[in-house]
């Protein structure tokens, strides 16, 4: 059954993939970006011509995503999905990231999310109907170095999910999460930076290791062929065309060996969930009211 999807972070990796499949697949796409009329004009064109809508969001921007949600209902006529895709990534010492580089950071991958979903949950509460996606990683469940801030927004995405997913399921809107490992796509080009490298020299040898750590592992994706950015956007999809009630909360997208533990990891928490759930008699709150 054809879907009436908004996806934010549109213009690259993720995001462009994924409006392409789900254009494939026969749903409505609204494709969300930022400069729509500037560096991503090309972008938007390319898959406008696909048959996609277009709307300009700035998800850092409260007034652009109320605007924009409300475009893109408009122009889709109604809104069944929401894929939350927009984010950076980073690379560095955790120290060195000042404050107002947390901010940032934070500002497009957490606080963006909350912004998007203010926005539309409205109109799906009316309906008493609609799917949330979040799209969060395989490094908001672990840790590994030099990517501590990202790590950190992404933990806090996944709780925002655990959250939303309680409150609204007596309310019929589903919520689920998409946890993909590293990739290669326009994503590894755009992270964000420290901004105070003064403290990296007290760190010996250990300021130069982000960047060894980040050439080592795209040298490994390049000899993962399999590491294909489309098992994501087909992932994306496989979850919209689940019947509502009948999607896993989680789902992990990786084939670099990160996957299957991860996936263990997270079928162990869902079963601890469910019993602290039901042990203060709240079960049910883990089930989607279909």
Same mark, same amino acid.
């Not at 079928?267 to 883990?286: K, P, R, W």
């Given at each position: 059954?054809?879907?009436?999807?908004?996806?934010?972070?549109?213009?690259?990796?993720?995001?462009?993939?994924?409006?392409?499949?789900?254009?494939?697949?026969?749903?409505?796409?609204? *494709? @969300?970006?930022?400069? %729509?009329?500037?560096?991503?004009?090309?972008?938007?064109? +390319? /898959?406008? !011509?696909? =048959?996609?809508? &277009?709307?300009?969001?700035?998800?850092?921007?409260?007034?652009?995503?109320?605007?924009?949600?409300?475009?893109?209902?408009?122009?889709?006529?109604?809104?069944?999905?929401?894929?939350?895709?927009?984010?950076?990534?980073?690379?560095?010492?955790?120290?060195?990231?000042?404050?107002?580089?947390?901010?940032?950071?934070?500002?497009?991958?957490?606080?963006?999310?909350?912004?998007?979903?203010?926005?539309?949950?409205?109109?799906?509460?009316?309906?008493?109907?609609?799917?949330?996606?979040?799209?969060?990683?395989?490094?908001?469940?672990?840790?590994?170095?030099?990517?501590?801030?990202?790590? *950190? @927004?992404?933990?806090? %995405?996944?709780?925002?999910?655990?959250?939303?997913?309680? +409150? /609204?399921? !007596?309310? =019929?809107?589903? &919520?689920?999460?998409?946890?993909?490992?590293?990739?290669?796509?326009?994503?590894?080009?755009?992270?964000?930076?420290?901004?105070?490298?003064?403290?990296?020299?007290?760190?010996?040898?250990?300021?130069?290791?982000?960047?060894?750590?980040?050439?080592?592992?795209?040298?490994?994706?390049?000899?993962?062929?399999?590491?294909?950015?489309?098992?994501?956007?087909?992932?994306?999809?496989?979850?919209?065309?689940?019947?509502?009630?009948?999607?896993?909360?989680?789902?992990?997208?990786?084939?670099?060996?990160?996957?299957?533990?991860?996936?263990?990891?997270?079928?162990?928490?869902?079963?601890?969930? @469910?019993?602290?759930?039901?042990?203060?008699?709240?079960?049910?709150?883990?089930?989607?009211?279909?």
């Amino acid at each position: 059954m054809s879907k009436k999807i908004l996806i934010t972070g549109a213009s690259g990796g993720f995001g462009k993939l994924t409006v392409k499949t789900l254009l494939q697949k026969g749903h409505q796409v609204c *494709a @969300s970006m930022r400069n %729509v009329n500037g560096k991503n004009k090309e972008v938007a064109q +390319e /898959l406008e !011509s696909a =048959g996609a809508k &277009v709307v300009e969001i700035n998800v850092t921007n409260e007034a652009s995503v109320n605007a924009g949600i409300a475009s893109a209902i408009k122009q889709l006529g109604g809104l069944d999905v929401v894929i939350n895709n927009a984010g950076i990534g980073v690379l560095g010492l955790q120290e060195s990231f000042t404050i107002e580089d947390w901010k940032k950071l934070f500002d497009i991958n957490v606080y963006g999310v909350q912004r998007i979903n203010r926005a539309v949950l409205p109109y799906m509460r009316k309906r008493n109907s609609g799917l949330l996606i979040f799209i969060s990683s395989l490094l908001g469940r672990i840790t590994v170095p030099f990517y501590g801030p990202y790590n *950190a @927004s992404k933990w806090a %995405v996944e709780a925002m999910a655990e959250n939303y997913r309680i +409150e /609204l399921s !007596s309310i =019929g809107v589903d &919520v689920c999460v998409i946890e993909p490992g590293g990739y290669p796509t326009s994503f590894m080009n755009n992270l964000l930076k420290p901004d105070d490298l003064d403290r990296n020299e007290s760190y010996g040898e250990m300021a130069q290791a982000p960047i060894g750590f980040f050439n080592g592992f795209e040298q490994a994706l390049a000899s993962n062929p399999a590491q294909n950015p489309q098992n994501v956007a087909e992932a994306i999809a496989n979850v919209i065309d689940t019947p509502a009630g009948q999607r896993k909360f989680r789902t992990v997208v990786d084939k670099m060996g990160m996957g299957e533990p991860v996936a263990e990891y997270n079928n162990h928490l869902e079963q601890i969930t @469910s019993a602290i759930y039901n042990n203060f008699g709240i079960g049910d709150m883990l089930k989607l009211n279909v």
